[in-house]
């Protein structure tokens, strides 16, 4: 079992940036891959972003590419997604999630664990 643990939430205005950090435990981290996804209210849970076990592919949603970027750091165990140029409708809860495999996805059936998620508040 692997547990996340999202930080770096937070309320920041349009055109502004934040990082958030997923710090995992539990499993070899740098076996599997992670992702991010958002929930605005009312809304159904999104996919953002996505990451493979060695860091070498990336992969993004339509939504965000470009503006934001996600990185990880096996040797910390930490999955971050530096996001720029923010805009209200960013506004969401922010999950990261692992999954048992090293390749990208974008589905959140294919993940497996997931973070408690921090708040992004983007105000305009």
């Known amino acids: 079992q692997v547990q996340l643990v999202e930080s770096g939430g937070g309320l920041v205005q349009a055109g502004g940036s934040l990082r958030l950090s997923c710090a995992a435990s539990g499993r070899t981290f740098s076996n599997y891959a992670m992702g991010w996804f958002r929930q605005a209210p009312g809304k159904e849970r999104e996919f953002v972003a996505a990451i493979s076990s060695s860091g070498g592919r990336t992969y993004y949603a339509d939504s965000v590419k470009g503006r934001f970027a996600i990185s990880r750091d096996n040797a910390k165990n930490t999955v971050y997604l530096q996001m720029s140029s923010l805009k209200p409708e960013d506004t969401a809860v922010y999950y990261c999630?692992?999954?048992?495999?090293?390749?990208?996805?974008?589905?959140?059936?294919?993940?497996?664990?997931w973070g408690q998620g921090t708040q992004v508040t983007v105000s305009s």
């Open positions: 999630a692992s999954r048992d495999r090293s390749t990208v996805a974008a589905l959140s059936r294919d993940y497996n664990n």
